[in-house]
């Protein structure tokens, strides 16, 4: 359920407009669709805002292993898997800092898309289902950054970005096979997957409308 495909963008990027990502398919398979060029579009004209938004993610990505981690204090291989990773979204955090500061771009807050509270008010309230959720949903919000990051780093004009994005696409295909493993590891297959098709559907319809400001995730 982690793989990307290797043959091309497929019949739904295809209808879309979706420019394939080198020789790989825009389309990861956690999603249940990839993302449209309307948002490739906003994202290209403006770059300076999708990669403040990143830092944002990375700071968000890190913060949600570490809540994770806190929920559940009993579970050591949890905690083990999840400390690097949250060392892992800091550390990109701070790359994507330092690039800001040389543009002199300043790191400041920014009105958040609905997508990420949106996703997380699906997490059901009820252990265990709630750790599933949040593993799925932490999964997802991974699994659409890979994507995405893989998008600007096929099609930016912008060589220094194109590298950045090209350079963390493995850590981000890692850290949504980390939350996959972390549920296969806890759960049957069947419902976890049963509860993906859910939850990724609900991804999809929420990116159906282009947020008014780019974002890594509008």
Known sequence: MVAIGSTGAGPVAREQGLPPVGGMAARVRWLAVPSNAAWL?????????VLLDHAHCERKAAGVALQLMFRYPGDGQLAAVLSPLAREELEHFE???ALLARRGIPLRPLAAPPYGAALTALVRRSEPDRMLDSFLVAGLIEARSHERMALLAAHSPDAELRELYGDLLTSEA???GIYWLLCERRFPRDRVAARLVELAAAEAQLLTGLHREARMHS
Not at 41 to 49: C, F, V
């Open 41 to 49: 579009a906003q994202a290209l004209a403006h770059p300076d805002l």
């Open 95 to 97: 790359r994507v800092q």
């Open 174 to 176: 890692r850290h949504f």
